[in-house]
């Protein structure tokens, strides 16, 4: 089976930083593109930052310039340096991956079980 964990979460103060971590394990063969998505109490989940295999990013319009994914593939692990928090960037973080698991498999999607980050005014 194919995991995706996540870690780093917690509290902080606006205007703090955290750092989100997501590491894929289990019998995998590739992985494509990897992000982050959250979801607010109340809202439905959405893309905060993504990642290609060759690096290529892409963020939500209300993150940029404050937060910042990375990758390690030799790791196969999904970063999301998180700056200048909000409060509004309180929300339940998912890490999303797509995976094969054999050479001649298709990619398939994968979610991380959520981790909570809240930001205090």
């Known amino acids: 089976q194919v995991q995706l964990v996540e870690s780093g979460g917690g509290l902080v103060q606006a205007g703090g930083s955290l750092r989100l971590s997501c590491v894929a394990s289990g019998r995998l063969f590739s992985i494509n593109t990897m992000g982050w998505y959250r979801q607010a109490p109340g809202k439905q989940r959405a893309l905060v930052a993504a990642?290609?295999?060759?690096?290529?990013?892409n963020y939500v319009d209300s993150v940029k310039g404050r937060f910042t994914i990375s990758r390690d593939n030799a790791k196969n692990t999904v970063y999301l340096q998180m700056n200048s928090l909000k409060p509004d960037d309180t929300a339940v973080y998912y890490c999303?991956?797509?995976?094969?698991?054999?050479?001649?498999?298709?990619?398939?999607?994968?979610w991380g079980q959520g981790t909570q980050v809240t930001v205090s005014s």
């Open positions: 990642i290609t295999r060759g690096s290529s990013t």
């Open positions: 999303h991956a797509e995976i094969s698991r054999t050479a001649w498999s298709t990619y398939n999607d994968y």
